[in-house]
C-alpha cells in the first residue's frame, strides 16, 4: 500500500513547494508552440515555468488580446486545478504531484498580478489592467475556496512563502527586498484569502516605493548592482544589473541552489570532461561558466525589457565582468567577452523560442541582452570598448573613478558604435559607470594617511601609535592594526574602507586632535562626501547637457560621417552610471530625465526608500539634480588634494576633442592620462579587490567540479 500523507500537512505542503524546480527548457516535454499563445503559457506553468508563462502575457499586442490570453490562462489552468483534488487516499506520490501542479498554478497567476502592478505593464490602460487583474483575483479566491472545502491545506500559502523566502535571501536579508518581504509577511497567513492579502500588500509595497514613483515619472532610471532579487525590482522599473566578480560570489553565498544549478549545466558543456580530469587547469573558463550560470536568471527576468525598450536594443540588459586578471589585454579580453556571448545566445535561443512563441518574425531572436563590464584600469580598454561596441555588444565601463578617464571612454564607446552603425548594426544600450562611492573611500584614505603622518611628526611614534591603537578600539580593527608592521601600515589598517572605517567621524576626530581641529575634519568629511558627486555632475555636463549634446551629435556627424539620427541614436544610447553609493543622498544628488541609470546596491535601495518616507520629503526638490553646481566650499577644499585635482580635471587630448566639438569652459589639464590610470590610487585598490575576489570565486568553482 501506498504510503499516506496527512491531508492537511502544511510542513509538508511548504518543503514539497519549496523543493519544486522547473523543467528545464532544453527538455523534449517543453516545446515552443507556434500560434496558440494559451496553450503555450499553459505548458509552461505546468512544467513550473511559471515566470515565463506570465512574462509570455507582456507581449500581447492591443487591449484585447491580454484580456483574452488572461481568461484563456485562467480557464484551462482552472481544469487542471480542479482535476488535481487532493484526496485522503492518494498516495505520497500522487498527492505530491498534485501539490505541486497546484503550486505552479498559484505561481503563475500570481506572477502575471505582480507584471500587471509592475511597471513593465505600461503599454496597457489602466483600464484593461484592471479587467485583467479581476480575473486573476477572483480566480486564486475560489482556488482557495476549494482548498478549504477539501480541508487540504493552503498550497497557496505555500507559494507565498516560497516567494518571500526568495527576496529575503538578497544580501542575507539586509535589502530593501527583504525588508519589504518581511513588511508583507507581518500577519499575512492569518489572513483568507492570502493569495488576494499578499497581492494587495504587493500592490501597494510596488506603487508606493520612491523607485517606482521616480521611473513613472520619468525622472530617472535605475538598475541593481547585485545578482539576485531581479523580477521585483523590475516591477518597480529597474532595467539594468550590474556584476563582478565580488557579486558573483555572493550570489552564490545567498543562494546555494546556484551550485546545484551550475552543476547540471555544466554537465552540458562542451568541455565539461576536460574540467573534470583536470579542473585546476581550467579554472578561468569554470569561473566564468559559473558566473554566467548566476546570471542565466537576470537574462530571463529582463528580456522582456530588452525587446519592450527602445526599439529592442534598449535597457533590459545585464552588465557581465570579465577576468579582472587579463583587463590589459585586448586580444584575450575580447575572446573571453565572445565567449560569454555565444554561452548566452545559446541559452537566449531556447528562451526566446518560448517567450516570443506565436509572436512573429519581426524581431531578432537569441541576441543576448548583455553588455560586458571593461575595467579602465589599462589603455587596453580603450581597444576592448571600441571593438565590442563595433559588433554591437554594448560595454559598461568599470574600475572608473575620473572625468578623464569617463570622458575617454564615452569617446570611444561613441566611436564603437559608429563603426558598428556604419554596418547597419543597431548599438545596444551600453554604460559608463561612476565609481564616485569608491572614489571618495580613496580620497578619505589618503587624507588620513596625511593626517595620521603628521600625527607621528608631531608627537612622535610612540604617542602616534597610542592614538591608532585608541582608534583601533573603538572601530574594531585591533587584529588588523596588530597584525600590520610598521606605524604607517597600522595607520593604513585602521583607516581602510574596507575594513570598517566608513568616514571621519568622533573616533577618528579625537584621534587627530593634536593636528586638526574637529571644525576642520568635519569640512573635510562634508566635502569629501560630493567628490564622486562633482566628478559625475561634470562628465554628465559635458556630455549630455541639452547644448552639449546638441554639439557632440554635430561632431559625430562630421567624425564618422554619420546620418543625424544616427549620430543621435549613438549619444542616446549613452547612458552615466552612478555606482557604489555610500549613503542615500548620492542617489538624490545625481538624478537626470536622460542619458542616466543609477545602479543600486541593495542596502543602498533600503537606504533610498527610507530617506523617501521621511516627513517633509519633496521628490521635486531633487528633479534633474544632475545639472546643479557643485558646492563651492566643498570644491575648494577638495582642490587642495592632488588626488582630486587629478580626478577633477582632464587632460591635453581630452582638451583638443572638447575644442573640436565646440565644448567651452575650463576644465583643467592635470587629469589622468590612458598610461596613468593603473596606478591611480583608487584603481588599484578596486582591481585588487576584483582580483581577490575573482580568485576565490575560481577556487570555489574549481572545488564544486573536483567533488562533483
Not at 84 to 99: F, H, M, T, V, Y
Not at 150 to 162: L, N, P, R, T
Not at 385 to 410: M, R, W
Not at 634 to 644: G, S
Request: proline share 4%; net charge neutral.
Amino acid at each position: 500500500m501506498a504510503e499516506q500523507l496527512p491531508s492537511n500537512d502544511p510542513e509538508t505542503t511548504d518543503q514539497i513547494i519549496h523543493q519544486s524546480q522547473p523543467q528545464g527548457l532544453a527538455q523534449s516535454e517543453i516545446h515552443p508552440l507556434s500560434e496558440d499563445h494559451v496553450a503555450q503559457m499553459v505548458q509552461l506553468a505546468l512544467s513550473g515555468q511559471a515566470r515565463l508563462a506570465a512574462d509570455h502575457l507582456l507581449f500581447a499586442k492591443g487591449p484585447g488580446p491580454l484580456s483574452e490570453m488572461v481568461s484563456g490562462l485562467i480557464r484551462q489552468l482552472d481544469v487542471r486545478f480542479f482535476q488535481a483534488k487532493i484526496l485522503p487516499s492518494d498516495g505520497q506520490a500522487q498527492r505530491e504531484e498534485k501539490i505541486r501542479l497546484r503550486g505552479y498554478a498559484y505561481e503563475t497567476l500570481l506572477e502575471a498580478a505582480l507584471n500587471l502592478f509592475g511597471l513593465e505593464s505600461r503599454p496597457w490602460s489602466e483600464r484593461e489592467k484592471l479587467q485583467c487583474l479581476t480575473f486573476l483575483l477572483n480566480a486564486l479566491a475560489e482556488w482557495e475556496g476549494q482548498e478549504k472545502r477539501e480541508g487540504s491545506g493552503s498550497i497557496a500559502a505555500s507559494v507565498i512563502k516560497k516567494h518571500l523566502f526568495e527576496m529575503k535571501l538578497v544580501m542575507a536579508g539586509a535589502s530593501m527586498l527583504a525588508r519589504i518581504a518581511g513588511e508583507i509577511e507581518t500577519g499575512l497567513y492569518e489572513q483568507y484569502p492570502v493569495t488576494l492579502a499578499f497581492l494587495q500588500r504587493a500592490e501597494e509595497a510596488i506603487k508606493g516605493n520612491i523607485y517606482y514613483q521616480i521611473v513613472k515619472k520619468g525622472k530617472c532610471r535605475f538598475g541593481n548592482d547585485y545578482a539576485l532579487g531581479l523580477r521585483w525590482l523590475r516591477h518597480l522599473g529597474y532595467e539594468q544589473v550590474s556584476t563582478n566578480p565580488v557579486l558573483a560570489a555572493r550570489a552564490y553565498q545567498d543562494d546555494p541552489r546556484l551550485s546545484q544549478a551550475f552543476l547540471e549545466e555544466a554537465k552540458g558543456h562542451p568541455r565539461y570532461e576536460a574540467w573534470r580530469k583536470d579542473p585546476a587547469r581550467y579554472g578561468d573558463e569554470i569561473a566564468l561558466y559559473a558566473t554566467l550560470i548566476a546570471l542565466w536568471d537576470n537574462l530571463h527576468v529582463y528580456r522582456p525589457l530588452f525587446y519592450q525598450l527602445k526599439e529592442g536594443s534598449g535597457g533590459g540588459v545585464v552588465s557581465f565582468q570579465l577576468n579582472p586578471n587579463i583587463a590589459h589585454l585586448a586580444k584575450e579580453s575580447v575572446a573571453d567577452a565572445f565567449a560569454a556571448f555565444e554561452h548566452a545566445a545559446q541559452d537566449l535561443r531556447r528562451y526566446d523560442a518560448h517567450l516570443l512563441s506565436g509572436y512573429g518574425p519581426d524581431r531578432e531572436r537569441a541576441r543576448p541582452n548583455m553588455v560586458i563590464k571593461v575595467a579602465a584600469s589599462s589603455p587596453a580598454a580603450r581597444e576592448i570598448t571600441q571593438t565590442l561596441n563595433s559588433f554591437g555588444y554594448g560595454t559598461n565601463i568599470t574600475v572608473v573613478f575620473t572625468v578623464a578617464q569617463e570622458a575617454t571612454l564615452i569617446l570611444d564607446e561613441a566611436a564603437g558604435m559608429a563603426a558598428g552603425m556604419k554596418k547597419g548594426i543597431r548599438p545596444t544600450q551600453l554604460y559608463m559607470t561612476n565609481m564616485g562611492g569608491r572614489l571618495e573611500s580613496h580620497l578619505r584614505e589618503v587624507k588620513l594617511e596625511e593626517l595620521f603622518s603628521r600625527l607621528k611628526e608631531k608627537e612622535g611614534e610612540a604617542k602616534a601609535l597610542q592614538a591608532v591603537r585608541s582608534l583601533a578600539e573603538a572601530n574594531g580593527t585591533k587584529d588588523k592594526v596588530d597584525a600590520a608592521g610598521t606605524y604607517e601600515e597600522k595607520a593604513i589598517a585602521v583607516t581602510r574602507f574596507l575594513h570598517g572605517q566608513k568616514k571621519i567621524d568622533g573616533p577618528v576626530i579625537k584621534a587627530l586632535e593634536p593636528v586638526s581641529s574637529p571644525e576642520d575634519l568635519q569640512k573635510w568629511e562634508s566635502a569629501i562626501s560630493v567628490a564622486g558627486t562633482c566628478v559625475a555632475r561634470r562628465v554628465w555636463g559635458l556630455f549630455f547637457s541639452r547644448e552639449n549634446k546638441r554639439k557632440w551629435a554635430s561632431y559625430l556627424m562630421k567624425r564618422y560621417g554619420l546620418s543625424r539620427p544616427q549620430a543621435w541614436l549613438i549619444l542616446d544610447r549613452i547612458n552615466y552610471l552612478p555606482a557604489s553609493k555610500r549613503k542615500a543622498e548620492d542617489t538624490f544628488w545625481t538624478l537626470s530625465s536622460n542619458n542616466m541609470v543609477h545602479t543600486e546596491f541593495p542596502n543602498q535601495q533600503e537606504a533610498v526608500r527610507q530617506m523617501g518616507k521621511q516627513a517633509g520629503f519633496r521628490l521635486s526638490r531633487y528633479e534633474d539634480s544632475i545639472r546643479e553646481e557643485a558646492p563651492e566650499e566643498a570644491l575648494a577644499k577638495l582642490n587642495q588634494m592632488e588626488e582630486f585635482r587629478r580626478a577633477y580635471e582632464i587632460n591635453e587630448e581630452i582638451t583638443e576633442t572638447l575644442r573640436e566639438a565646440g565644448i567651452k569652459g575650463d576644465f583643467g589639464a592635470s587629469g589622468l592620462k590612458p598610461s596613468e590610470w593603473a596606478d591611480y590610487g583608487a584603481v588599484s585598490k578596486t582591481l585588487e579587490e576584483f582580483k581577490a575576489a575573482y580568485a576565490k570565486f575560481k577556487a570555489e568553482m574549481v572545488a564544486l567540479v573536483q567533488e562533483a
